[in-house]
């Protein structure tokens, strides 16, 4: 069986959690036995190490001719050789003229494709007007075409529906998280070289944008100062247009000793930054469900996520976890977490176990074969070529 996984990017900057979820499922797919894994993907700052760490996965990249709309360069040979040699094709993301492409090929070869918008179908953020022209043009029939329709969570379920698709032909394949890719962590070299004070912190996690609500936190860390006098709020992440905006409430507020801006970070720093957190934040607008609180729960952190994270089986571990995306009960929440250190810790405990025991990759990925080898079982694609 040959897997082509098609997105606009591997890099963690410009793809976020989108980016991850195709990087580990083709690491993990391309690991199984008569499995293999190609992966279609624009140049948008990829670079060669993630191609290397994405191994045996192989990686098919595409100029990007303009970087503000993700517009790939016509390469048709390559985008139907690709689609020709797979069995099944996985589109991921939703707004994408890649994923365009290759549907016209997956049309012109007959080969089945599944669809997985990992939250993106709504008409949400910058240039509504262009993802309804999209829509009108050849996003409709992308979706209504394809022969599976993936879900991360079942918030996703409605956004489906606005497309015709109804929820009971819908399967659900969640996120998943990888321990070991934790285990390398160092929280004094970590804070040395980021100047960061040795006090408990607070932390987000993620591209300083509207959707993901770093003001929500920022607010709502105002609010609570008094409360939690000892924390700090430490802002990791990229710029996506709202840096210089929380900078400015932050020094209004005078608060530049408290609240810290890292900028993006990766690897050992990630993982150090997560294991010196008190507790980590998502306070997203919408989102189809949180990498970086399965990141940082498999690290043993606790986490508190918005109601539109995606991410509602948290409440298992306690119902204080999730609260509404507003300024608000963030500020609530943080409240009830940070002022009892007991049940901080029992909540830490409890919730890597929970992760441990659901969201691991070794377990998620039995779920997409299983999926495939039904798809397949119904005779639904063009047996490919031997070229």
């Not at 607010?219 to 700090?232: D, G, R, T, V």
């Not at 609530?332 to 009892?340: A, M, P, R």
Request: hydrophobic share 45%; net charge positive; with cysteine.
């Amino acid at each position: 069986m040959h897997i082509l996984n098609v997105t606009n990017s591997l890099d963690l900057k410009t793809g976020a959690g989108t980016a991850e979820r195709t990087f580990q499922m083709s690491r993990f797919l391309a690991s199984e036995k008569d499995i293999s894994c190609s992966v279609l993907v624009l140049d948008l700052a990829l670079e060669q190490t993630r191609i290397d760490s994405i191994a045996p996965a192989n990686v098919i990249v595409l100029k990007t001719l303009f970087k503000r709309f993700y517009i790939p360069s016509l390469r048709w040979r390559v985008i139907a050789s690709s689609v020709k040699k797979a069995n099944i094709v996985h589109l991921m993301g939703h707004w994408s003229i890649l994923n365009a492409l290759v549907y016209f090929a997956c049309r012109y070869y007959k080969k089945p494709y599944v669809v997985c918008p990992a939250g993106a179908l709504g008409l949400f953020g910058r240039s509504i007007t262009l993802k309804r022209l999209y829509n009108f043009v050849i996003g409709n029939a992308i979706i209504r075409n394809a022969s599976v329709w993936l879900a991360v969570t079942k918030g996703e379920f409605s956004q489906f529906e606005s497309y015709g698709i109804f929820k009971d032909n819908i399967t659900i394949i969640p996120n998943g998280v990888i321990k070991e890719d934790f285990d390398q962590y160092n929280i004094d070299r970590f804070k040395k070289m980021k100047r960061l004070p040795n006090a408990p912190a607070i932390l987000f996690m993620g591209r300083l944008n509207q959707i993901k609500g770093p003001d929500l936190l920022l607010e709502a860390f105002i609010n609570s100062a008094k409360i939690l006098p000892k924390y700090h709020l430490i802002f990791a992440g990229p710029d996506d247009g709202m840096l210089e905006i929380l900078k400015s409430r932050v020094k209004e507020k005078n608060l530049e000793k408290i609240v810290h801006f890292l900028g993006y970070i990766d690897g050992e720093e990630k993982s150090s930054a997560y294991h010196s957190a008190s507790l980590l934040v998502v306070p997203s607008r919408q989102e189809a469900m949180s990498i970086v609180a399965l990141e940082a729960g498999i690290c043993g952190i606790p986490i508190m996520i918005t109601d539109q994270c995606g991410f509602s089986d948290i409440c298992n571990v306690d119902k204080g976890l999730e609260v509404p995306a507003s300024v608000e009960a963030i500020s609530e929440g943080l409240e009830y977490l940070l002022t009892d250190s007991k049940k901080l810790e029992s909540i830490s405990l409890k919730l890597k176990e929970y992760i441990e025991n659901r969201y691991t990759w070794k377990a998620i990925i039995t779920i997409y074969i299983n999926l495939y080898k039904k798809l397949l079982s119904k005779n639904y694609y063009k047996a490919p070529s031997k070229s």
